[in-house]
């Protein structure tokens, strides 16, 4: 039947209408989310190739810029009085320049010295702690695994290696010596054992007797649990204490050599020696050994001390090893011997 009027071509225009609303309205659900996906594949794109260039640059920078970026770390040494807290905080300070170190920094705290330094990519410092004692003390502290390195001038004892798992492990890293000395404008030379003996007895108090001053004697020791009054008694006084009135000073070599001290006599390391003057010892046979770098180096010197860098293989870290493999390069022995100590090694 034919509709009256506009009514045919109305009825057609709403029925256009409602298809081109079809058309243009919301899309089926395969068809809305493609486009979304296809938005986020570029910024998905952008972040893969920015970490994939940032990994390259790492590695580049890594392999042809010399120094790796490396990780923050820690380690804890002991240094022994006899081995020094400058000698162990220069190593330390090397150790992390070798590292790539930047920024690095030395202060004092409440144990000793702390090294700390930036290292290239991390937000937080490295740190290094230096504590100071004698040598047995700081094997006590390696046992407990209060330290990973301990420097030390002497021999590990049968009770000290008790207290380890397994024996602690040895590094020759430098070379020292027990020294006698004396005012460096003293004519002395020389001394014989038996001389020395009756110095650090008490019986001798005038050094009439030797060179013929007029002069009392003074005698100037280390602290008593120093390496080289240790081994100036195993060595030389026949396992006998000096008895002689003496005054325990931290440095026997500045007390020495102080003004109007002529008569002074004392003890320390080669390394430690200076301005003070060494002394040549003669033994019973009329043999002479004066100390001397060349002497300590070939160990013909009687009074030879080992530097020693020990570590209990059950408790070492990383940074442990490469402190260690640092001791015995070039760079490391470069600064054991500015320190006063005699290389062990040909470098």
């Known amino acids: 039947m034919a509709l009256p009027g506009d009514w045919q071509p109305l009825w057609q225009r709403r029925e256009l209408l409602e298809q081109e609303h079809r058309t243009e309205g919301v899309a089926p659900e395969d068809e809305a989310v493609e486009p979304r996906r296809k938005r986020r594949l570029p910024w998905m794109t952008t972040l893969f190739v920015v970490i994939v260039a940032a990994a390259l640059l790492r590695s580049l920078f890594s392999l042809f810029g010399g120094t790796s970026v490396a990780a923050p770390f820690s380690l804890d040494l002991c240094v022994s009085t006899t081995a020094g807290l400058p000698l162990a905080a220069d190593l330390a300070r090397g150790f992390l320049r070798h590292v790539g170190g930047q920024q690095i920094r030395v202060e004092t705290v409440a144990t000793g010295l702390r090294v700390t330094a930036q290292l290239p990519g991390s937000l937080s410092p490295t740190v ?6 004698d ?5 006590l502290s390696l046992a407990d695994g209060d330290c990973r390195v301990a420097l030390v001038t002497r021999d590990v004892n049968p ?14 890293v430098g070379l020292d010596g027990a ?3 004396v005012h460096p404008s003293s004519p002395l030379r020389r001394i014989t054992l038996e001389q020395l003996q009756r110095l650090f007895a008490g019986t001798t108090t005038s050094w009439s007797s030797i060179d013929h001053q007029r002069l009392p004697v003074r005698v100037f020791l280390p602290p008593t649990h120093a390496d080289e009054l240790s081994m100036l008694i195993d060595k030389a ?6 008895t002689a009135s003496v005054q325990r000073v931290a440095t026997p070599a500045d007390a020495v050599s102080a003004p109007k001290m002529y008569g002074a006599l004392g003890l320390t390391t080669f390394h430690a020696s200076d301005p003070a003057r060494m002394l040549g010892i003669v033994d019973w046979r009329g043999h002479l050994f004066s100390p001397s770098a060349l002497s ?5 010197y009687p009074l030879t001390m080992p530097l020693y860098a020990y570590h209990d293989e059950s408790s070492m870290t990383n940074a442990a090893y490469q402190f260690l493999s640092f001791l015995t390069s070039n760079d490391g022995q470069s600064l054991i011997v500015k320190n006063g100590y005699i290389s062990p090694f040909p470098f």
């Open 128 to 133: 290094i702690d230096l504590a100071a004692s």
């Open 135 to 139: 040598s047995t003390q700081a094997f």
């Open 159 to 172: 009770l000290e290696a008790s207290r380890f798992h397994a024996p602690p492990a040895a590094n020759l």
């Open 179 to 181: 020294v006698v000395i």
């Open 237 to 242: 006084l026949d396992g006998r204490l000096p």
């Open 296 to 300: 300590i180096a070939r160990k013909t």
